[in-house]
């Protein structure tokens, strides 16, 4: 069992940046492959980012290419992702999860979510 807790949502306007946090507890952190999903109002959830279970590979949905950098510390069970150069429409919740050794990053694979934190950027 894996509980995932997301931090550093929040208001910034386009063009700003933040750095969303997961925190993982429970067994075997390293061996999950983390996603970041997100979900705007009124949508589906969409695949954000994900890294593998070593770090050693990331894939990026094609809207935030070149603006996101997924990145985790297994010495810490955190996986984090900067977002950098928001729009408006980055505007949703983003949830963390949790894919056993997966890397598929379908929201129908992942095993374990986190609650959820909210990011807004205004025009």
């Known amino acids: 069992q894996v509980q995932l807790v997301e931090s550093g949502g929040g208001l910034v306007q386009a063009g700003g940046s933040l750095r969303l946090s997961c925190a993982a507890s429970g067994r075997g952190f390293s061996r999950y492959g983390m996603g970041w999903f997100r979900q705007a109002p009124g949508k589906e959830r969409d695949f954000v980012a994900g890294i593998s279970w070593s770090g050693g590979s990331t894939d990026y949905a094609d809207s935030v290419k070149g603006r996101f950098t997924i990145s985790r510390d297994n010495a810490k069970n955190t996986v984090y992702m900067q977002m950098n150069s928001l729009k408006p429409e980055d505007t949703a919740v983003y949830y963390c999860?949790?894919?056993?050794?997966?890397?598929?990053?379908?929201?129908?694979?992942?095993?374990?979510w986190g609650k959820g934190t909210l990011v807004t950027v205004s025009s």
């Open positions: 999860a949790a894919d056993y050794f997966g890397s598929t990053w379908s929201p129908d694979r992942m095993d374990y």
